[in-house]
């Protein structure tokens, strides 16, 4: 079983950065891929970006792209996501999850974090 806990969410003003981190409990995390998610109020959950096994390859949604970086730390489980440049539309519940088999869909996902950006 693979638990997952995200961190590091809050208000900020627009322009701001805030740094996202994603902790895995679990044997898998190294051979997983990662990826950030987002829900905003009413809104359906989006793709914001993903990394995989070895970290050397990135993927991110158009909207975040230039803005956000993933990284990842495999000997401590930990995934990050850099925000920097942070605009009121980034404004939602940020989530991590965990993918143990590609191409198939994401297997576990954290409880969020909530990420607010005032105007």
């Known amino acids: 079983q693979v638990q997952l806990v995200e961190s590091g969410g809050g208000l900020v003003q627009a322009g701001a950065s805030l740094r996202l981190s994603c902790s895995a409990s679990?044997?898998?995390?190294?051979?997983?891929?990662m990826g950030w998610f987002r829900q905003a109020p009413g809104k359906e959950r989006e793709f914001v970006a993903s990394?995989?096994?070895?970290?050397?390859?990135?993927y991110y949604a158009d909207s975040v792209k230039g803005r956000f970086t993933i990284s990842r730390d495999n000997p401590k489980n930990m995934v990050h996501l850099q925000m920097n440049s942070l605009k009121p539309e980034d404004t939602a519940v940020y989530y991590c999850?965990?993918?143990?088999?590609?191409?198939?869909?994401?297997?576990?996902w954290g409880q969020g974090t909530q990420v607010t950006v005032s105007s």
């Open positions: 679990g044997r898998t995390f190294s051979s997983s891929v």
């Open positions: 999850a965990l993918k143990k088999f590609p191409p198939d869909a994401y297997d576990y």
């Open positions: 990394i995989n096994r070895s970290g050397l390859s990135t």
